[in-house]
């Protein structure tokens, strides 16, 4: 897609027409529904490198260091600014591209936005869902966990269900690790599965921090068989593929959420999404293999 296009609807600007931050004037309006600017940045805290994290793998995060990223406030909501960095500059617009494929799961993701900050770098834009949420708490799961070995499907699905007591809860969850596998996300941790506590009860926020694993690697290496990991450990695997997730739910009593994942799952819609998305070809195509590949194991169990 080339850089002098919208970032939203994707068509050219006019000669001599105003950009607002990558968007074309009246699609920055549709999409945020003001004309007020980014204010009051601040820097998140920035983790720490990987090798000064705890081992244990609830905390593990690929993506440490790959983004820099700030709050802002724009008109009366806030908002979380991923900045792109030159060590991957295609991570912001394939994580737009992955929660784009979850919208079309009909998995529930924060509002999510691709503009140009600073200056003409891609930044990848998400509303901070707890900014309307004055009475509620945000509790990540790795809170829950007491043995750092517990990171698997059981062990997971069980926290779920005690602290939600909603089985729909417990089957969003299985929905989601499918999702991660099909785009090769590799990074699903205790910090990026939280749960919403308020006053009427407990449910698991919208899932955030979805990036294709695929944004890290380097553009020389995109034409290999590449294949990441699930990091959510399975009965029989800590380095779990498609085939080890749904031979996991089906063992577990969730082989309807497999059955509805197969159902909501279009190939088409998802080639649409890559083809017309920001990244580069050769990331298209890689992605696209990727997926087809996962869909190919998805529908022989």
Not at 76 to 93: D, F, G, H, M, R
Not at 110 to 122: A, G, T
Not at 201 to 220: C, Q, R
Request: charged share 25%; net charge positive; proline share 4%.
């Amino acid at each position: 897609m080339a850089s002098s296009n919208c970032c939203h609807c994707k068509q050219s600007f006019s000669e001599g027409e105003a950009s607002r931050y990558g968007l074309h004037e009246k699609c920055f309006r549709e999409c945020f529904e003001t004309y007020e600017n980014f204010v009051d940045l601040i820097a998140r805290s920035q983790s720490a490198p990987l090798r000064l994290q705890s081992q244990g793998p609830k905390n593990i995060s690929f993506f440490h260091g790959s983004y820099r990223k700030y709050s802002a406030s724009l008109g009366k909501t806030s908002y979380i600014l991923k900045v792109q960095q030159k060590e991957y500059p295609e991570l912001p617009a394939t994580e737009f591209l992955s929660n784009q494929i979850f919208r079309s799961l009909r998995i529930q993701v924060p509002d999510h936005y691709l503009i140009k900050y600073p200056e003409d770098n891609l930044c990848f834009v998400t509303k901070n869902f707890m900014s309307d949420l004055s009475t509620s708490t945000l509790d990540h799961i790795y809170h829950f966990i007491d043995d750092e070995k517990k990171h698997d499907c059981e062990s997971l699905v069980a926290i779920i269900g005690e602290k939600t007591q909603r089985k729909r809860e417990q089957e969003r969850f299985v929905f989601l690790t499918l999702a991660d596998s099909l785009i090769g996300n590799h990074d699903r941790h205790g910090r990026n599965l939280a749960f919403i506590r308020s006053p009427k009860g407990i449910w698991l926020s919208p899932f955030y921090d979805n990036p294709s694993a695929l944004a890290l690697e380097d553009s020389s290496i995109l034409g290999a068989d590449l294949q990441p990991r699930g990091s959510i450990f399975t009965k029989h695997s800590d380095k779990p593929t498609m085939k080890d997730y749904v031979l996991e739910w089906s063992r577990l009593g969730y082989s309807h959420v497999i059955r509805s994942f197969k159902k909501k799952l279009h190939p088409k819609t998802i080639k649409t999404l890559v083809e017309n998305s920001f990244i580069s070809e050769k990331r298209k195509q890689a992605l696209l293999r990727l997926i087809s590949k996962r869909i190919e194991e998805l529908c022989k169990h």
